[in-house]
């Protein structure tokens, strides 16, 4: 059984950093990545990684984001630095095969003073 957990969310002041982290389990996975959606408005793209390293960044988060993959521990973390109010969402894992698309629950990211 294919399953995607996801840690690290929480509340921040604008200007700090907060590091999430998704492991996944039950089969191999091309690419990992994040999506976010905030209240009100759609799914969209953070940063994903292919197995080969490759990444991908949202404008909106280029410079700022870092996207990371542990191959051995089938694990992908974001690392989120100078976070604006902006980026308060709900952070969902994602993680692709050939096949098909998986998707984690979601982790709340609050950015408010």
């Known amino acids: 059984q294919v399953q995607l957990v996801e840690s690290g969310g929480g509340l921040v002041q604008p200007g700090g950093s907060l590091r999430l982290s998704c492991t996944a389990s039950g089969t191999i996975f091309s690419t990992m990545g994040w999506y976010r959606q905030a209240p009100g408005k759609q799914r969209e793209l953070v940063a994903t990684i292919n197995r080969g390293g490759s990444t991908n960044y949202a404008d909106s988060v280029t410079g700022r984001f870092t996207i990371n993959l542990d191959n051995a521990k089938n694990t992908v973390y974001l690392e989120m630095n100078s976070l604006k109010p902006e980026d308060t969402a709900v952070y969902y894992c994602?993680?692709?095969?050939?096949?098909?698309?998986?998707w984690g629950q979601g982790t709340q990211v609050t950015v408010s003073a």
């Open positions: 994602h993680a692709a095969t050939v096949f098909r698309n998986y």
